[in-house]
């Protein structure tokens, strides 16, 4: 944890200082102890730290649900994007466009975060079905193919109205470029709720791991256990999700690293997790920043420029990865 502490404070430092403009760190210096900044870099500054703010919550919110699938559907490299999350939220916001007429950003949220906790209810009411209820191999199933049928639709959408794909198109890149203050409070309390449910979960969560005949007899209500963290992955990830667009692989790479490290305990791989997704996507949205100047790549994209490399190595060369 202090190790991951101590990226955090350097992956916050590095958002602020490094972009297409360069800020030095006395100047960044002189900023914090309220000294006299010239105004084109305290703009810049007050940006880059709301920016960084938002970079570092959604991260964490990823990697708090991700972590919270791969121990519900006991699979070490399970994704938010198994429960159908972020088709779900494309295709309610192609169908806004196509159909109501809707463009505005604070509109999109909306629409995502409805489609995507709408899609989550139907993959858990779907896998409920049958004696044995919401397995994690059925959800698993039904979110894949619930994905695909949705994927398959939203490109229909987009292929029959092309303003749709304009309007889409920067926001299903996933980025956190243009974030504000005002759009930041609403969703913060519904990442604040998921988290908790999947912190205190985390017990729940290791006695999963023994299968469910095992948790029941450990006194654990299996089915109302799994749906209530259910829940709170759904806010979790529809919610950023909803603020930033999808940004994919986070929620997969961020807590299977960890378990690499610190072994299989939830109790220590659900708080870990959040902090080295808040840096990870702190990091990918710096060097998104820089890899091509002048322009920007955004964060959806350089996060799995960034992830890659590290997941093959951990995947190639890290004996205590469990496949």
């Not at 397995?135 to 199933?141: D, E, M, Q, Y």
């Not at 994927?151 to 890149?173: E, K, N, P, V, Y």
């Amino acid at each position: 944890m202090l190790t991951l502490l101590l990226l955090f404070g350097l992956a916050v430092v590095a958002s602020v200082l490094i972009g297409t403009r360069t800020i030095g760190v006395g100047v960044f210096a002189d900023f914090l102890l309220k000294r006299p900044v010239p105004d084109m870099e305290a703009a810049i500054i007050d940006q880059r730290l709301v920016r960084t703010l938002w970079a570092a919550t959604i991260g964490a919110a990823l990697a708090l649900a991700g972590a919270g699938m791969q121990g519900v559907t006991r699979n070490p490299l399970g994704d938010p994007g198994i429960l159908g999350v972020n088709s779900g939220a494309a295709f309610a916001v192609v169908f806004g466009i196509a159909f109501l007429g809707m463009e505005s950003p604070a509109s999109f949220a909306i629409l995502a975060f409805v489609g995507a906790a709408v899609t989550s209810v139907l993959v858990y009411a779907l896998a409920s079905i049958g004696r044995d209820g919401a397995t994690p191999v059925k959800l698993a199933l039904m979110g894949a193919a619930i994905s695909a049928g949705l994927g398959s639709f939203t490109s229909a959408f987009i292929l029959q109205f092309s303003d749709a794909l304009d309007s889409l198109r920067m926001w299903q890149l996933g980025t956190v470029a243009g974030a504000s203050m005002e759009n930041f409070f609403p969703g913060i309390f519904m990442l604040i709720a998921g988290a908790l449910i999947l912190v205190f979960s985390s017990k729940t969560i290791n006695n999963f791991a023994l299968g469910d005949d095992m948790a029941a007899s450990l006194g654990e209500n299996v089915a109302l256990k799994r749906f209530i963290i259910f829940i709170g992955i759904t806010l979790l990830c529809g919610t950023a999700t909803s603020m930033t667009g999808p940004i994919a692989f986070l929620g997969l790479m961020a807590p299977h690293a960890l378990r690499a490290l610190v072994g299989p305990d939830y109790r220590l791989i659900i708080p870990l997790s959040a902090v080295f997704g808040a840096v990870l996507l702190m990091v990918a949205d710096t060097v998104g920043r820089v890899i091509m100047p002048p322009e920007e790549v955004q964060v959806g994209v350089t996060m799995v420029l960034v992830g890659v490399p590290v997941f093959l190595y951990l995947v190639r060369f890290q004996k205590a990865v469990d496949l």
